[in-house]
Structure formats: C-alpha cells, structure tokens
C-alpha cells in the first residue's frame, strides 16, 4: 500500500536560505488546488538572462495608492502588528491581504487563494491571522502548527490539506534577518524520530526593483514518513516579493510546484515577514498548502507534515541565536 506524500514540507526552510544582504528578499510559503499545470520554462520563469518574473501592477510606484485613504481603515481589531504603518500610512495588514495577492496576479504561476482565505478577508486580516500571530513560537513558546483544511476523497487517493504557523524572532527587521545563518541550519533538513526531509537549493537568481527580488529552483527529498520508506521526490520554484518599493520591513514569498509530480496536484506555500509590535521583533508567518495524489494514507501525510513543521521555527531560532 503505498503511503502519502509529504515532501513539500521543507519549502519553508530553503525560502529562510533565499535573503541575501542588500537584496530586501526574504522568505517562503506554500498552497494547493486544482491539477492545473502552471509550470513554466526556466527562461519564462525568469531564471534565464534578463528575465523578469512580475510585471508591475498598474498604477504601480507607490503601491499603496496616492490619495493615503488607509488613514480611515478601522485596525482595532487587528494583531498590533498587522495594524504597524509605513511611511505613506499603509497598514502592514492591508499590504499583505491585498496588494501581495495583486502582485501575484500579474506572475501567473498558480491560485493562491485558498491560502489567502485562511488569514484575509475583503482585503483585511481576519482572526485567524490575529490567532496565528498570537501562538507564534518564540524561545520560550513552543511552535503551534494550525490546520484550516483536510479534505480526503479516498476513492480519488486526493488529499487537499492546508496548516499554518509563525514565529517571532529578536530581530530588528527581514531584512537584518539576512546575516543569520538560517540557510546553513535548515540545510541539514528536518529530522524526528521517524520522519525526515531533505531539500537542496538547485539555482538562485536576484532581480533589481519592485516585483521578484528573487527566485530559486529548489528539489526536494522526504526518505521516511511515521516511520514508512517513500519514494517522494519534487522540484518547486519560489520568489521574493517586496510589497512596497525600498521597504525591507515587509515582503513575501510565494512557492509552487515546478513542472509536474508524481504525487501532486499542486505545492503552494506563502511566507510573510514584517516587523513587530515592538523595536526588536520580526515575524515569520508560513502558510502551507499540499493537494497529494495517488497515495492511499493521508493520516500518515497530515501528522508527518505537521511534526516536521514544528521543527521550522525552532531552526530559525536555533539561527539566531548562533550570531
């Protein structure tokens, strides 16, 4: 009997590895959907010379519009965090629920409105995003894995399966998060008793301006899960975002599958990072999805996923407190 595929896991971990100094680039995130196939040549991809992989949204420039309106947004009920300002007075939450979702219209790569739907909602951030950042994992608060979506349909061996986390890290900002060796600790993979993924980091790009910061092609490699031997192998493409021109407080990353897997419809993971309530705090939010197929268990797939997750954030801080 063959069992689920949870490889897609550790997409998490080589997003941390993508920020360079400088660059503004930061980190990753994950969805599912439907078993269309978004996967594009790497020239496309923007992994050739020269190549570019988002347009400019119209009206772009100041992205959060011209006429400051976000000065009337009620944020009281918002995680302070989310409800922490740029210059132009746009409210990180605003820019996360809307414009990165924007963004990611002009790139064309996937849907990653499930996991939008998970913390947003008309633009804003809803409650979950609020409990999400509430639980975030820090030195003393264990990681809290959250599932939103588990829909099995057993006839089609389809397992739909959506779960997020955060952590919150002593740093000042993403961008000073880039002098940490987060890449070198996830880079010796995720490992418990009787579940391990490995991952490698196959080509990396920077781009200069508003749009990708940059891409890399990454594979994956999960040899055991709970304790099953899986042939579960897969290659993804992720790219850094910045969500307003020369501001390293805030940024994303948007991860989906590369070409086309066995044991997939689709991988879709979103990273946000962005400065916290207080000076010396940054957060990390991760949002996962998998659509796996053609594998009979997903009780096995959703507890290796899950346990394998919660050892993201105490990587990233294992990281940060080497320096």
């Avoid at 599912?32 to 992989?53: D, F, M, Q, R, V």
């Avoid at 100041?62 to 007075?89: C, F, M, Q, R, V």
């Avoid at 418990?192 to 490995?198: G, P």
Wanted: aromatic share 10%; hydrophobic share 35%; net charge neutral.
């Amino acid at each position: 009997m063959r069992t689920m595929h949870i490889a897609y896991l550790i997409s998490i971990s080589i997003i941390l590895s993508s920020c360079s100094n400088g660059s503004g680039g930061q980190f990753p995130i994950i969805g599912g959907g439907s078993k269309k196939n978004h996967s594009k040549t790497k020239e496309e991809a923007g992994l050739g010379p020269g190549e570019n992989i988002a347009t400019k949204p119209k009206g772009s420039g100041d992205p959060t519009g011209k006429d400051n309106a976000y000065a009337a947004i009620d944020t009281s009920e918002w995680h302070p965090a989310l409800a922490t300002t740029i210059s132009n007075g746009a409210p990180y939450g605003t820019l996360i629920c809307s414009q990165s979702h924007e963004v990611l219209k002009y790139t064309d790569y996937d849907d990653f409105t499930d996991l939008f739907n998970v913390i947003c909602k008309d633009g804003a951030p809803n409650k979950n995003f609020t409990d999400i950042l509430n639980t975030s994992a820090t030195a003393t608060v264990e990681p809290q894995v959250r599932t939103f979506k588990l829909q099995v349909e057993p006839e089609l061996y389809t397992t739909d399966f959506i779960y997020a986390f955060s952590v919150k890290v002593p740093v000042s900002s993403p961008l000073e998060l880039t002098a940490y060796p987060i890449f070198e600790e996830m880079s010796k993979g995720l490992k418990t008793a009787d579940s391990e993924v490995q991952f490698k980091k196959d080509k990396e790009v920077i781009f200069p301006g508003r749009g990708v910061v940059r891409s890399i092609e990454q594979s994956y490699s999960m040899p055991f899960a709970k304790g099953a031997a899986l042939y579960d192998k897969r290659s993804t493409l992720t790219n850094t975002y910045l969500l307003a021109e020369g501001n390293n407080d805030i940024n994303f990353v948007a991860e989906h599958l590369l070409g086309n897997a066995e044991f997939y419809n689709a991988t879709r993971q979103l990273i946000f990072s962005f400065k916290g309530e207080t000076p010396n705090t940054t957060y990390m939010v991760y949002l996962n999805q998998l659509v796996v197929i053609n594998r009979f268990d997903p009780q096995r797939l959703t507890a290796a996923a899950t346990e394998l997750s919660a050892l993201i954030p105490k990587a990233v801080l294992r990281a940060v407190n080497k320096k």
